[in-house]
């Protein structure tokens, strides 16, 4: 089971670190991806990790200010938001799959519930 965490309203320019924790099995050989779906707009890639090396991968909306890592001694991926701009409110939901990273959704196997942040002044 995955369980994201640590979502919340913050204002533009601020920052919030997203928790997807794995109970019931190990992550260590589980790539991880983050999603969001904003209010009437379909569901995006964010930002993915890999398993062993923690390559990590970012969609270009993200790129410079958020940051994913790994930490398998807690089996728990974190997504660090850093300068939060509206366009980034969301349902944040992560997801595994076996070994190699992907951004695309399809490709998972395990869901986890969704965290809202909301970024508004």
């Known amino acids: 089971q995955l369980q994201a965490s640590g979502g919340g309203f913050v204002q533009p320019g601020g920052s919030l670190r997203l928790a997807c924790a794995a109970s019931g099995f190990s992550l260590d050989y589980y790539a991880i991806g983050w999603f969001r779906r904003a209010p009437g707009k379909e569901r995006e890639g964010v930002s993915c990790i890999s398993t062993s090396d923690g390559t990590d991968y970012y969609e270009d909306p993200v790129k410079g200010r958020f940051t994913i890592v790994r930490d398998n001694a807690k089996n728990t991926v974190y997504l660090q938001m850093n300068s939060l701009k509206p366009e980034d409110t969301a349902v944040y939901h992560c997801?595994?799959?076996?070994?190699?990273?992907?951004?695309?959704?399809?490709?998972?196997?395990?869901w986890g519930q969704g965290t809202l942040v909301t970024v508004s002044s």
């Open positions: 997801a595994a799959k076996y070994y190699r990273p992907s951004m695309n959704a399809d490709d998972y196997d395990y």
